[in-house]
């Protein structure tokens, strides 16, 4: 989709250690400040030097997901879970690219994979429950939901998910669609 190189990097920076991981700095920095496409550059040219440097893969594609880029995004979530399997968000982050793909059964797969690695996280379990509501496996989605609830009584995204499926079983109760 936005097929990118990195710019050549000055032979200098090469030398110091220091400066590239100011690459990486700026690139976080750029993240957080909402600016994925400014981001980029500087994240792609640190990753030139240093492919294997988990944290920064995974930046990268969150940085994918984030622009719409999904193949990249899954590849890349793909790439960070190889170099470090047993890191959840890696999981969780593929799941949600598969998600917003609408590539539901794989993204439930992805998140049950993240759950086996992290059973008490609410994002991931209110996100598979959104999956397995899109699904239209409501009891199983409400089961997800509740769990949710019950690790984090505050998690305000859990409450909506499950009102939607009370209201999607009145109105099939109703005949309505």
């Given at each position: 989709?936005?097929?990118?190189?990195?710019?050549?990097?000055?032979?200098?920076?090469?030398?110091?250690?220091?400066?590239?991981?100011?690459?990486?700095?700026?690139?976080?920095?750029?993240?957080?400040?909402?600016?994925?496409?400014?981001?980029?550059?500087?994240?792609?040219?640190?990753?030139?030097?240093?492919?294997?440097?988990?944290?920064?893969?995974?930046?990268?594609?969150?940085?994918?997901?984030?622009?719409?880029?999904?193949?990249?995004a899954?590849?890349?979530?793909?790439?960070?879970?190889?170099?470090?399997?047993?890191?959840?968000?890696?999981?969780?982050?593929?799941?949600?690219?598969?998600?917003?793909?609408?590539?539901?059964?794989?993204?439930?797969?992805?998140?049950?994979?993240?759950?086996?690695?992290?059973?008490?996280?609410?994002?991931?379990?209110?996100?598979?429950?959104?999956?397995?509501?899109?699904?239209?496996?409501?009891?199983d989605?409400?089961e997800?939901?509740?769990?949710?609830?019950?690790?984090?009584?505050?998690?305000?995204?859990?409450?909506?998910?499950?009102?939607?499926?009370?209201?999607?079983?009145?109105?099939?109760?109703?005949?309505?669609?």
């Amino acid at each position: 989709m936005f097929a990118r190189t990195a710019p050549a990097i000055p032979p200098a920076l090469l030398q110091h250690g220091q400066k590239i991981d100011r690459l990486l700095a700026r690139a976080v920095q750029l993240f957080d400040q909402n600016r994925p496409e400014q981001a980029i550059v500087p994240l792609d040219q640190y990753l030139s030097l240093r492919p294997q440097h988990y944290d920064a893969v995974h930046l990268r594609a969150e940085l994918a997901l984030q622009i719409k880029d999904f193949d990249n995004a899954i590849k890349r979530f793909m790439t960070a879970i190889s170099l470090k399997p047993l890191d959840w968000r890696a999981y969780y982050n593929l799941g949600l690219t598969l998600q917003e793909y609408r590539r539901y059964g794989e993204a439930l797969r992805v998140y049950d994979m993240a759950l086996e690695l992290s059973p008490t996280t609410c994002s991931v379990l209110n996100n598979r429950g959104v999956v397995l509501r899109d699904l239209q496996r409501y009891g199983d989605a409400e089961e997800s939901f509740q769990r949710t609830l019950a690790l984090d009584p505050t998690f305000l995204n859990a409450y909506v998910n499950l009102a939607c499926i009370h209201v999607r079983r009145h109105q099939l109760a109703q005949g309505l669609t």
